[in-house]
């Protein structure tokens, strides 16, 4: 008679078969454990939000549309289009020689050489959407790295220190909040045209203005976080070592805002993009002969071409929406893949 004891089936070893069933499903669950970075975390959070990778995927596209591809394409947004009398054929700004008997080529349908047709000045459209977005993407982008920069240093230094320093900074956050940027730069507007400066340069200054008159919502709000965290344990913790000051400040109170400077960032981003298009549409911004989507939108103001011709106005306005939307998205998104907080 045999003796031998033989195993449970599915099981390697007497000691795994006399082990507890739970604790066997706890070794399981265990081994099959997916242990993730905080990094690795934040992005599957992130791209587990349907539209955050709608919005981000947009961004994508509009940055090909606006910096990649008018790489490629024949025209700029600057180039003006002829059409030669008696024989109607179409001469491009080069074809010098032949402009004096060529009238504008105004308002031209859409066709295979322009696919979305010309505007009033017989400017090829799709180049100057093109380029229209660069100009305001660029502004948005520079605008808000100026205010998140300054917001964040001031904001930094006066929830940490308070007291006098603290009402010195929010006394000047008060004042910069209280200067009307429309009227500022309504005024500063003719100013530059007196001073003779171009119109290339003078997105520069609009830029420059944009950015030093958005950093206090990013100081206040930088300074409210950081008078919240300063008393917290792990601060105690971080002044019983004897860090410096600015390691304490930028090293380990600012990194705990990175969720709300993130959703205030892109929320920025599309404001600033809006406020550009605000103002070139009342001619402060961009200059012609260069394109902005702003001062494109602004044809609207002629009554022909808002009744005859929308897609001269509706495209560029369409391409704000989209970009301001994405923006939006994206910084939802953003917001709460970092946010420690949520679970899902």
Excluded at 32 to 39: A, V
Excluded at 87 to 113: W, Y
Excluded at 318 to 342: E, H, K, Q, S, Y
Aim: net charge neutral; proline share 5%.
């Amino acid at each position: 008679m045999d003796n031998t004891y033989k195993l449970p089936e599915g099981f390697n070893s007497l000691e795994e078969a006399l082990r507890p069933q739970s604790f066997r499903e706890k070794t399981d669950i265990a081994e099959k454990q997916l242990f993730m970075t905080p990094g690795q975390m934040i992005i599957r959070r992130f791209f587990s939000n349907k539209l955050a990778v709608a919005g981000l995927i947009a961004l994508l596209l509009m940055a090909l549309f606006t910096f990649i591809v008018p790489l490629f394409y024949e025209y700029s947004e600057t180039e003006i289009f002829y059409e030669e009398i008696g024989t109607g054929e179409e001469l491009r700004s080069s074809d010098s020689d032949r402009i004096a008997n060529a009238t504008l080529f105004v308002l031209a349908p859409r066709s295979e050489k322009h696919f979305l047709g010309t505007n009033r000045d017989g400017q090829d459209m799709l180049a100057r959407i093109m380029y229209g977005g660069r100009v305001s993407l660029m502004v948005g982008f520079v605008v808000v790295i100026v205010s998140l920069l300054i917001g964040i240093i001031l904001g930094g230094v006066a929830g940490y220190y308070g007291g006098f320093i603290d009402g010195v900074i929010m006394r000047l956050v008060d004042i910069i909040h209280s200067i009307p940027l429309v009227p500022l730069m309504l005024m500063i507007a003719p100013i530059l045209i007196a001073l003779g400066i171009s119109p290339q340069v003078k997105i520069y200054y609009t830029m420059f203005v944009l950015g030093f008159l958005s950093w206090p919502s990013v100081a206040r709000m930088v300074r409210g976080n950081i008078l919240s965290l300063r008393e917290t344990e792990f601060m105690q913790a971080a002044d019983a070592t004897g860090i410096r000051v600015r390691h304490k400040i930028f090293r380990h109170l600012i990194p705990n805002t990175l969720p709300n400077l993130i959703v205030m960032a892109t929320l920025q981003l599309g404001s600033v993009i809006l406020m550009e298009s605000t103002l070139s549409f009342l001619s402060v911004g961009v200059g012609a002969p260069y394109a902005s989507w702003g001062n494109m939108v602004a044809l609207v103001s002629d009554t022909v071409i808002m009744r005859g011709h929308p897609a001269v106005w509706v495209t560029p306005g369409i391409c704000i929406l989209i970009t301001v939307l994405a923006f939006n998205f994206v910084g939802d998104g953003l917001r709460d893949a970092t946010d420690p907080r949520m679970k899902r």
